[in-house]
């Protein structure tokens, strides 16, 4: 489907997929990783895995390597429902990495001063390590916002749109830009 569409001249930038602990933990991983896209006719550098954070920090000491090696294939890696574990920041600073997503509870609650000084550090830390910065669940207009106030302009949510069908994504694609230019997930 990603092919078909960049025939259609729409341009993919990013397409992420939800990793498992189990799937991470299989010896071979990444060659499987690697088939998929070579027998799909993707780059590489288009995918991005997404792991949750208690994930990668439950895999760290045995899996790093394989992140390592994602990364050298252009695979990017994101950390999923950044917020909601019990990292250390130090994680921050030695995992390979290049995304953290912001995760929904605090987005549902934006509008509380804490959360918001909570989201805003977080995307200036993320600022600060070249990271990109996701937010996860926007469903308002006023989450959305706050969220390209405070410099968030990564957005995922219910409000561009639900989960759809294959047929339906070409729509949303054609339209994308009524959303004003930021990207959307």
Known sequence: MIYELQLKGFKIETISVNVSPIQLRNSDFITRLINICE??????????????????????????????????????????DFGTGYSSLNYLTILPVNTLKID?????????????????????????????????????????DCLLHIGCNIIQGYYFSKPLPVNKIENILKEKNKFGGFQFE
């Open 39 to 80: 027998k799909n006719q993707i780059s590489p550098s288009l995918l991005e895995i997404e792991i949750t954070e208690g994930t990668l920090i439950d895999l760290y000491a045995c899996k790093i390597k394989t992140l390592d090696e994602l990364l050298k294939k252009g695979v990017r890696v994101a950390i999923d």
């Open 104 to 144: 929904k509870s605090f987005i549902d609650n934006i509008e509380s001063k804490k959360n918001k000084a909570v989201i805003k550090s977080i995307i200036n830390l993320c600022k600060s390590l070249n990271y990109n910065i996701i937010a996860e669940g926007v469903e308002t207009k006023r989450q959305l």
